[in-house]
């Protein structure tokens, strides 16, 4: 089996932050800056739901996620974060902030990293279509289910759910 090296997947170190029903722009923006610099580039959703575990909450409201959008937004017209739409497989439209990927000004777009505590479908497409390239280029004969399983021996994965065929096809059709 093909084999790729994956940088580890470093995991943000969870300290209380501002409750996210309360928090100033600036509050929003040191915690979800934190958490970039660990994490991104990683899904908004995620980031959300990172920083408001952290914040007190387990559940993200709709007018919480509208304040973490518009801090989100915010910073990416002052130029501290970047926000990339991808046409992923789970969301039905890009106003979804799963298809949202953020990173810090100056981060890299992509890096290709181990599962760590994320779930298959917070890896954002640009990256696994960054392994599925490297896969394919370290041996151009290999065909789609045997991309799939080198995929999940990687990420630690035991079984081919209906989740991760759909969005290794959405990384093939939109990709490649």
């Known amino acids: 089996m093909t084999k790729v090296e994956l940088a580890e997947f470093t995991p943000w170190t969870s300290r209380p932050v501002a409750d996210p029903r309360r928090a100033s722009p600036a509050q929003f923006m040191d915690g979800m800056s934190e958490i970039l610099t660990a994490q991104g580039p990683m899904q908004a959703l995620h980031l959300f739901q990172t920083y408001a575990k952290a914040g007190g909450l387990m559940k ?51 890096i290709m990293r181990t599962l760590g505590d994320r779930s298959f479908a917070e890896i954002p497409l640009s990256e696994l279509a ?47």
């Open 60 to 110: 993200i409201t709709a007018p919480v996620r509208s304040r973490f959008e518009r801090a989100i937004q915010d910073a990416a017209r002052a130029g501290t974060v970047v926000i990339e739409k991808e046409n992923d497989s789970e969301v039905e439209d890009e106003t979804d902030p799963r298809c949202w990927i953020v990173r810090l000004e100056g981060q890299d777009r992509v």
């Open 130 to 176: 960054a392994f599925v390239l490297e896969l394919r280029c370290a041996d151009e004969f290999m065909g789609k289910e045997d991309i799939a399983r080198s995929i999940l021996s990687h990420y630690g994965l035991q079984k081919l759910t209906a989740l991760v065929q759909r969005r290794l096809d959405r990384v093939f059709a939109e990709y490649f």
